[in-house]
Structures are given as C-alpha cells and as structure tokens.
C-alpha cells in the first residue's frame, strides 16, 4: 500500500506522513509505505518499484486528501499511470481518497462534541 | 464551530468543503458552518462576526487540515486571535486540528482492508 500526500516544503509536514504511513503498517497486513505527489521523496513511481522490487505483484495506492480536487481528479491518476506503464509485471489499483470515506463524519462529529466538554 | 478547510482556486474543492460543514451541521447540536483559511470565502472572521451577530458566545474553530504544518501552527492561529480581537464579547476556541485525532489510523485501516477484498 502506497499512501500518497501531497507533499510539503515543511520537512517535518513529510516526516509526520511517514511516521502516520509507519503506523499504519504496523496495524495492518500489508507492507503500507508513505510517497508523496510533489515537493518530497520518495514519488509515487519510487514507491512501486521499490515495491515492485521488494515482490509485490498487488500495489494499491491510497490518496491521503480530503477535498475532491485536481490532484485527486488529474494528477494522481496519471502519476500513478505513468508508475503503471514502467511496471507492467505489476497490478496498481487506485483506491478512493482518504477524504472521500463517510466516516469522516463520524470523526468529526466526535471532535465537536468533546469540543463542548467542560476543560 | 467553524470548519476550516485551506480554500481552493477550484470552486467544487470549495463547494465540497460548505457541503461537508452542513452534513455535520445536520449531525450535531451546535451551529456548524464552513470557512476557508484563504483563497475562498467566508474567512474565518467572517464566520466568527456571522456567528457572534446569530449570539454564539462560544464560537469552536476546528482546522480540517490533515498534516502539521505552518498553517495549523502559524497561520490558523493568528486569524483566529485577529477575529477573537474584533469580538471581545465572544470567546473562540481553536480545537486540535481534525488530522490529529488517532482515529484517523482507524479509518485508514478499514480503507486498507476492505482494498484488499475481492471486488
């Protein structure tokens, strides 16, 4: 699992997706690696090969984006068809963006109602 | 509470964002609307003046941004005490921002298991 932000001039902005991205991969079963669509290493084509590399014949690639946009729309897209056509041995699928999950409501809802709790 | 998301030159990014402010609205029992840090309109102050003029007395900003940066430490922060300086009668609270609730990792984890189902 590749999972993509957009990428900061921040390098601890960077260094937080890859420590969430290491998180991630220690709670779950596949091997999960952090990448970022701009501004900082590794880039999405980096990170399928190096999972292409590593034996994996299955990458799926998770947009860490909240808002619909032309990053999610455009950009990813062809980034992630452009790792595609260097990788033909591999099969990438692109999942729904972070932001588009329904539970984010649920997560929000949560955060406004500890919000009221007395400090 | 004011939902503030970064703002977008591409409008259905914005609309999206107002969209998602009135889904939570109609889930919680305070007054939710949405807000844009820049770029797209109402500004956080616009958004704090409406609600102050409604009669909220406490008025919740919560940060819809994912990774820490200059924005949720900067940025966020100085409109927000701007907009607390033209409303003495209000009091603003800046909530954590939403990317810094652990269940976060949760949601991420259930995108990534149900990738790997047999679609």
Redesign the interface.
Known sequence: ?V?V??G?R?A??NQ??LD?AA??DA????T?VGAFMELAEPSIADAVARAAEAGATVV?V?P???????HQRVDIPQLVADAAETRPGVEI?L??P?GS?P???D???????R??LPS
């Open positions: 699992v999972l932000a957009h900061s921040a601890a902005a937080a997706h969430l998180a991630l709670r779950v079963g596949p999960v799926a998770l860490y984006f909240l808002h619909p946009g032309r699928r999942l729904d972070f999950d539970a984010v409501l997560l929000l809802a949560g955060q406004v109602a919000s009221l």
